[in-house]
């Protein structure tokens, strides 16, 4: 049964799918029912992070000789297919008499080898929220059945390992097959003029309550800001995507007066560049920019290596700290943010930075962030 959500697109209507995240938690969910039941589901069905509901048909689900129960679920990427859309994705599951839900991850699933990820070093590349929608939906069946134990999850991309080598996985550190992915559980494609002329509805609407603005590209920053009770100032947050130019532009064409850019490192690292589209796609220079502003700030040739080797943003942090860099080379970047976000500005209205990490918290903040938070937090008082 094909996944009837859509969005527009210009003058198109395009089709959402679901992510590796939430294929993996209905095939935990189907498996589990069949042991606990010994029925296997015709129809699976769960509410995504997102707060809509999926519902699919298992392509099979059976049990296994050696014990335990195999659900499989297609992988359906709506109308912005990638590299995984069609494969399926599957779990194994076994009761246990103890409580709790165990995940693994098997054939296809890569393993994180380099530090900075969502994983430690040696886990299964099942990101944060994919675990938390299998624990929470074999939890339901547990509880629905009445099984006084717990389950074992072990969830399996097959071809995931060949797939792998056409992604980013080698390059961040993540080896022998695909990641299990998503934070909101769907699949949402639009182009990008679609992204922009979106960007630019949103802070047309938002220029009615005032000129103040707060940017950021996704749910991280979202996330970031309400954790530090930003969202609470009365002052409106859009988010921009990739499109940091574009979003910058629109404020100006808005006539917006003060506007503050807040979102993860590795995003605005890229601006510290003067990209102004931090799409992978266009550039990915992030560990390039570490290892400059540390070799400024006096690093060795071999922290300059490390960082240069670095999986992700995350992971420079405490190389950094090894030998007590961390402020001086995050306020260089900091800085550098701050420069390339005035001279897009060109003067139309004062503008700030805020840079973060999910592990590290708040990891710089410009004079003139602080300044405009300062007064809003005044006037909002």
Request: glycine share 12%.
């Amino acid at each position: 049964m094909a996944f009837e959500h859509y969005i527009r697109s210009g003058q198109k209507m395009l089709r959402c799918g679901y992510t590796t995240g939430t294929c993996a938690a209905l095939a935990a969910a189907g498996a589990a029912r069949l042991l606990l039941t010994g029925q296997a589901p015709s129809c699976l069905s769960l509410r995504t992070p997102k707060g809509w509901v999926v519902e699919v048909a298992p392509v099979f689900c059976r049990l296994l000789e050696e014990g335990g129960a195999l659900c499989a679920v297609r992988k359906d990427g709506g109308d912005d297919a990638d590299v995984t859309h069609g494969m399926l994705v599957q779990a194994a599951v076994v009761l246990t008499p103890g409580p709790g839900v165990s995940i693994q991850g098997g054939e296809g699933v890569g393993r994180v080898t380099r530090p900075g990820l969502d994983q430690p070093v040696g886990a299964a590349a099942i990101n944060r929220v994919p675990r938390q929608m299998i624990a929470r939906a074999v939890a339901q069946e547990l509880e629905t059945a009445a099984w006084p134990g717990g389950a074992g999850v072990t969830i399996s991309i097959p071809g995931g390992a060949e797939t792998a080598r056409r992604t980013f996985n080698p390059l961040l550190g993540v080896e022998g097959g695909l990641s299990v992915l998503g934070t909101s559980g769907i699949v949402e494609p639009m182009s990008q003029q679609a992204i922009v002329d979106t960007i630019e509805v949103e802070a047309r609407q938002a220029r009615q309550s005032g000129a103040r603005l707060i940017l950021t590209p996704g749910n991280y920053g979202a996330d970031f800001l309400a954790a530090q009770g930003l969202d609470g100032l009365g002052v409106p947050v859009v988010r921009c995507s990739n499109f940091i130019g574009d979003a910058l532009d629109i404020a100006a064409a808005q006539r917006f007066e003060q506007v503050l850019l807040a979102g993860h490192i590795g995003k605005l690292v890229k601006v510290a560049g003067g990209i102004m589209n931090t799409h992978s796609r266009q550039a990915d220079c992030r560990t390039e920019l570490f290892c400059a502003h540390a070799a400024a700030a006096g690093a060795s040739t071999a922290l300059c290596r490390r960082l240069l080797d670095a999986a992700t943003t995350d992971a420079c942090i405490p190389l950094l700290d090894a030998e007590g860099l961390r402020d001086p080379v995050l306020s260089s970047l900091t800085a550098a943010v701050q420069t390339h976000l005035e001279r897009r500005a060109a003067g139309a209205f004062a503008v700030g930075a805020l840079l973060f990490s999910n592990q590290y918290g708040l990891l710089g903040l410009s004079p003139q962030a602080r300044t405009l938070i300062d007064q809003w937090r005044h006037t909002h008082a």
